[in-house]
T-cell receptor
Framework: NAGVTQTPKFRILKIGQSMTLQCTQD?????MYWYRQDPGMGLKLIYY???????DKGEVPNGYNVSRSTTEDFPLRLELAAPSQTSVYFC???????????FGQGTRLTVV | QKEVEQNSGPLSVPEGAIASLNCTYS??????FFWYRQYSGKSPELIMF????GDKEDGRFTAQLNKASQYVSLLIRDSQPSDSATYLC??????????FGDGTTLTVKP
């Protein structure tokens, strides 16, 4: 039982490049989230999904896109990387409203 | 005003002391409250959750919630060096979305 798996763990991107951060869960949770965490700060919600086929913007969605074609996968897409997107990205799931969140290991992204 | 505010750190306590971490929130409709611990370079992990006013104890940890004052706290008794980490307060409302505070970094000195 792997829980929440994120890939890659580290990535360096050049300005203007694009990439997809992968998130897969085997917990059969409907709710999935993408957060970013800047140094010394808390987690900011980028996008979330309450089930397959349903996504919605969070607090800081600009520059990102998501899709949710299956319960298990919730990839985050960066189309035109900018230095402001340098951060640690966490994918999380929970089984329902007002329940504990389970986090992936994080992806440390640097845009140069 | 931030939606979730935590007492500014860093907080340093000697081993064996009580560490007190505080959090206030602005949304009166908030329904559930979580404390996560995050070691440097790692992902957050749940320490405590609380839904109702009052105290909730789990081992050395006690969460306290006062919805009228929009205040939630975490007490760590008999603090250990392994408790040294950043503690994140999270408040959840509609659709299960959590809003996180910026965290308080705790150092427990042997």
């Amino acid at each position: 039982n792997a829980g929440v798996t994120q890939t890659p763990k580290f990535r360096i991107l050049k300005i203007g490049q694009s990439m997809t951060l992968q998130c897969t869960q085997d917990m059969n949770h409907n709710y999935m989230y993408w957060y970013r965490q800047d140094p010394g700060m808390g987690l900011k919600l980028i996008y979330y999904s309450v089930g397959a086929g349903i996504t919605d913007k969070g607090e800081v969605p600009n520059g990102y896109n998501v899709s949710r074609s299956t319960t298990e996968d919730f990839p985050l897409r960066l189309e035109l990387a900018a230095p402001s997107q340098t951060s640690v990205y966490f994918c999380a799931t929970n089984p329902g409203v007002n329940t504990e969140a389970f986090f992936g290991q994080g992806t440390r992204l640097t845009v140069v | 005003q931030k939606e979730v505010e935590q007492n500014s750190g860093p907080l340093s306590v000697p081993e064996g002391a009580i560490a007190s971490l505080n959090c206030t929130y602005s949304d009166r409709g908030s329904q559930s409250f979580f404390w996560y611990r995050q070691y440097s370079g790692k992902s957050p992990e749940l320490i405590m959750f609380i839904y109702s006013n009052g105290d909730k104890e789990d081992g050395r940890f006690t969460a306290q919630l006062n919805k009228a004052s929009q205040y939630v706290s975490l007490l760590i008794r008999d603090s250990q060096p392994s408790d040294s980490a950043t503690y994140l307060c999270a408040v959840t409302g509609n659709a299960g979305k959590s809003t996180f505070g910026d965290g308080t970094t705790l150092t427990v000195k042997p």
